[in-house]
């Protein structure tokens, strides 16, 4: 049947293609279904669980060399993929670790300030600075109000790429283990290739703060934030890097110069300006910062008040590195190198160490060494008379003492009432917390113990005039039989005045009035004008038998000089902390009780004028100037003494050797007399002299003259009379006249 152009085909022809000739046509694929999105594996998905890789070509054939290679590389994508999944899990753990640490740590301001013990200023008695005692702190300074040229000279000297790394430096680290490995030590051992900010690290000891209950010391503390194990390397890596998180650069740089130890006590950029220069961080000159820049290699070698040469010579260095790196020109650098920084007046002179010394040992421990405050301390120190008694020690020791002696000598100045204004402990002057044998040698007086014999005697009511026989004389002392004391001439003088006996010092004498008045007396004395030390019970104790310290015996004699009243040496006028303006002490000492009536004290000063005016101290006489002194010299000339007043001032001299070995040559009217008038000359400068306070006794009338004839019947030949005058002769030379 013919088909018409709009017939509709069918159902059958619909199955059957068109020239199917009754086949069915063939089907049509069905549409697919779009597949389920594949979901994306997780972080552990990628590190662990590998991909199903599309159909590969089939691998070309290997020759010979592909055989050899196989294994290695096989093993190299072994490690390479253990490595970097290793790795990756690293940088987690470190990455925890620095965020752990940054939550931990405070404000930037916590940091700048990490002593444990406080400082001590200690003034002189015009207000000026001349020593420094415990953990020195200037005050804080940043980096941005400190002088900019000691702010370069760190970062050229400590850490060049500071501004650029992000607390560590991998070339400085590779750079100190190569110089370490070349200089046969360990790698970690020597150079560090630390950063300023690793060093800022540990400085903070890694954030660990002091606690007494966990350490035996603040030391061992110290020692151990000072470790360089691997561990600890690794920790202050960590530490590190969450410090240049939490802080910017400047802040790090910041802790750095305020926490950094740079000698002599100081601690911090202010702290050392102020030590070295006597001037504020913010005004150092390049030569002055490079200097406290090379401080920082090793602070107490090369501290400048050490040595100031090796000082100037590490600064040279650090200002070739600031030029190097821009810092400075050349001609700067040239112009400071031949310019180098000076220490300022207080720091060179480093007046009265040994005063320092003393007045910290005189202060309650806990405002003192083991000080967590700032305290300024006033003293009575004067460093104009410090000055003259070193410069006098210094010139006698220089022109009349033999070169290479090993001698030493000791020097106190100070006021009638106590007050230490110089003190000198030993040859050497620029020195601190060493032995004072101003206040801790404890030596044999000899004759200068000799004034408290008569003051004692005077006080009881004798005259200088009394008089007193010098003959030989001897007495038993139980357990050591007898004993006969002999005058330092070996010849005795007959009946002399109780002046000449000092005058003169005459050995004799002096025992004779110590038993007629007492020893107990003579002790109390002795003990009362302030001589604490244990005094011999026997007779020798008229002869200075006993122990005591140059100070002791200093401060007796300004007993003396006042008037016959006791002083308590001392050397501190006010102690506060930084922070308060109330003082928490006072005088420290001063005049105390009468021992003897002004009379008796006035008469003691006229004898003992004459010792230095006619007597065994005319080499100590002070030209246009009044002076009382008495020299002593001990047995075997192992200590030789002087001490003496005018009517402003005290001095006392000790010399001898540290080990007892006689001196050669040398009584206390020698040497010792001439370091004390050159000291006193020096002190007196400027002053006008002045009369001393003593008293001339009234004269004794002499006995009434008999008539010629009438004293030959008295004196005609009679046994008995001429036995009982030798009996008074050997009472009066038992008990004295």
């Given amino acids: ?258 926490r950094a130890y740079m000698g002599g006590g100081a601690y911090g950029a202010e702290a050392a300006a102020q030590r070295y220069f006597g001037k504020s961080a913010n005004q150092l000159n390049p030569a ?18 050490n040595n100031l040469q090796r000082s100037q010579d590490r600064a040279a260095t650090v200002l070739r590195l600031m030029q190097e790196q821009g810092y400075l020109t050349t001609a700067e650098m040239q112009k400071f190198q031949d310019s180098p920084a000076e220490l300022s007046e207080a720091a060179a002179a480093r007046a009265g160490g040994y005063f320092a010394d003393w007045v910290m040992d005189s202060i309650p421990d806990f405002l003192g060494d083991q000080t967590t405050e700032d305290v300024v301390i006033r003293s009575t120190m004067d460093q104009r008379l410090q000055s003259a008694a070193e410069e006098a020690l210094k010139y006698v020791f220089e022109n009349k003492v033999r070169q290479g002696s090993k001698a030493q000598a000791a020097i106190v100045v100070m006021s009638a009432d106590g007050a230490v204004r110089a003190m000198v402990g030993g040859r050497k002057t620029r020195v601190s917390g060493v032995f004072n044998r101003a206040t801790q040698a404890k030596r044999q007086t000899g ?160 004898m003992m004028e004459k010792v230095i005016a006619g007597g065994t101290g005319q080499r100590a006489q002070i030209p246009g100037w009044q002076a009382a002194g008495k020299s002593g010299t001990t047995s075997a000339a192992k200590d030789a003494w002087f001490i003496g007043f005018t009517a402003d001032y005290v001095a006392g001299v000790w010399m001898g050797y540290d080990d007892n070995t006689p001196l050669s040559g040398v009584t206390g009217g020698g040497l010792p007399a001439e370091i004390w008038r050159e000291t006193m000359v020096r002190v007196h400068e400027g002053l006008e002299p002045k009369p001393l306070p003593m008293l001339e006794p009234e004269p004794i009338a002499p006995p009434p003259q008999q008539p010629r004839r009438e004293r030959r019947r008295r004196q005609g030949p009679n046994l008995g009379q001429e036995l009982g005058r030798a009996v008074d002769n050997i009472l009066r030379d038992i008990l004295g006249n």
């Fill in 1 to 258: 049947m013919a088909q018409g152009s709009g017939r509709k085909p069918l159902v059958a022809e619909k199955r059957y293609s068109a020239g199917g000739k009754g086949k069915p046509a063939a089907k049509k694929p069905a549409r697919r279904k779009p597949a389920a999105k594949a979901k994306k594996p997780g972080l552990l998905g990628r590190l662990f669980v590998r991909k199903k890789s599309r159909a590969r070509p089939a691998p070309k054939k290997r020759g010979p060399i592909g055989w050899l290679l196989a294994p290695f590389a096989f093993v190299f994508r072994l490690v390479w993929g253990f490595t970097w999944r290793i790795g990756m899990v690293a940088c987690g753990l470190v990455g925890l670790a620095v965020a752990f640490q940054y939550a931990r740590l405070p404000d930037v301001s916590a940091y700048l300030d990490g002593r444990a013990r406080g400082s001590v200023t200690i003034l002189d008695r015009e207000g000026e600075v001349f020593a420094w005692r415990g953990d020195q702190f200037g005050g804080v300074v940043t980096a941005d109000t400190v002088s900019p040229h000691l702010k370069n000279a760190i970062v050229a000297t400590e850490d060049k790429r500071f501004y650029r790394h992000l607390g560590l430096s991998p070339r400085g680290i590779a750079s100190a283990v190569r110089i370490n490995l070349s200089e046969g030590r360990g790698p970690l051992s020597g150079h560090g290739g630390s950063t300023i900010t690793q060093q800022a690290a540990k400085l903070l000891c890694l954030g660990r703060v002091y606690d007494p209950d966990e350490w035996k010391s603040e030391s061992a503390y110290e020692a151990d934030c000072r470790k360089g194990s691997l561990w600890r390397k690794g920790t202050e890596a960590i530490f590190a890097l969450a410090m240049e998180a939490k802080y910017t650069k400047d802040e790090i740089l910041s802790i750095y110069m305020n």
């Fill in 288 to 305: 002055e910062g490079a200097m406290l820049a090379g401080l920082l290699t090793a602070p107490s070698t090369l501290a400048p008040t």
């Fill in 447 to 606: 004759s200068a113990f000799k004034p408290f014999v008569y003051a004692t005697a005077l006080e009881l009511g004798y005259s200088p005039y009394d008089r007193v026989l010098d003959a030989k004389y001897c007495l038993n002392i139980p357990g050591s039989g007898q004993w006969c004391p002999d005058n330092y001439t070996r010849k005795f003088y007959g009946e002399v005045t109780l002046a000449r006996a000092l005058r003169d010092s005459l050995n004799v004498p002096a025992v004779k009035v110590s038993e007629a008045v007492g020893r107990d007396k003579v002790s109390l004395v002795a003990k009362d004008f302030g001589i604490d030390s244990d005094l011999a019970a026997g007779p020798a104790l008229a002869l200075g038998a006993s122990e005591s310290t140059l100070l002791e015996m200093t401060g007796a004699y300004a007993g003396i000089l006042n008037g016959g009243s006791s002083v308590t040496p001392y050397g501190v006028t006010e102690l506060k902390l930084v922070e308060d303006s109330e003082a928490l002490m006072g005088a420290s000492g001063g005049i105390g009780e009468r021992v003897i009536r002004p009379e008796a004290a006035q008469q003691l000063v006229w």
